[in-house]
């Protein structure tokens, strides 16, 4: 069950992350193919920097193409939708990245504590 609800967190997280990399692209007027690069750069930029340092490699998002899946629906969605998004007050937005962040915050204490975390040895 956790494990259900840790992946569900994660891709709740990279949904959060692709729209708000889709909002600032149409905030810039940038056009499909822009708001498509700026939603993967904002939704895995981090994941991928942590995987890298951390050596699992090959990284998590080219492991499973649920990932691609989650961000072209969801950039494309805020692409067509950009001006009833934008309607929204921008307090909305903060919160929903900042639970973003808590969420992936679960996903690493869950998926990547136990290779920081070392047992003693005395």
Same mark, same amino acid.
Do not use: H
């Given at each position: 069950?956790?494990?259900? *609800?840790?992946?569900?967190?994660?891709?709740?997280?990279? $949904?959060?992350?692709?729209?708000?990399?889709? /909002?600032?692209?149409?905030?810039? @007027? =940038?056009? =499909?193919?822009?708001?498509? $690069?700026?939603? $993967?750069?904002?939704?895995?930029?981090?994941?991928?920097?942590?995987?890298?340092?951390?050596?699992?490699?090959?990284?998590?998002? /080219?492991?499973?193409?649920?990932?691609?899946?989650?961000?072209?629906?969801?950039?494309? %969605?805020?692409? =067509? $939708?950009?001006?009833?998004? %934008?309607?929204?007050? @921008?307090?909305?937005?903060?919160?929903?990245?900042?639970?973003?962040?808590? /969420? %992936? /915050?679960?996903?690493?204490? @869950?998926?990547?504590?136990?290779?920081?975390?070392?047992? *003693?040895?005395?």
């Amino acid at each position: 069950m956790t494990d259900v *609800l840790i992946i569900l967190f994660d891709y709740l997280g990279t $949904f959060a992350f692709a729209v708000s990399g889709g /909002l600032a692209a149409a905030e810039k @007027k =940038l056009d =499909l193919f822009g708001a498509l $690069f700026l939603g $993967f750069v904002t939704a895995i930029g981090g994941g991928t920097t942590r995987d890298m340092m951390i050596g699992n490699t090959p990284v998590s998002w /080219l492991q499973n193409p649920a990932y691609f899946y989650i961000i072209i629906v969801s950039v494309s %969605l805020t692409f =067509l $939708f950009t001006k009833t998004i %934008l309607q929204f007050p @921008k307090a909305l937005f903060f919160s929903i990245r900042s639970e973003s962040v808590c /969420l %992936l /915050l679960l996903v690493f204490k @869950k998926a990547y504590m136990p290779v920081f975390i070392r047992p *003693l040895r005395l």
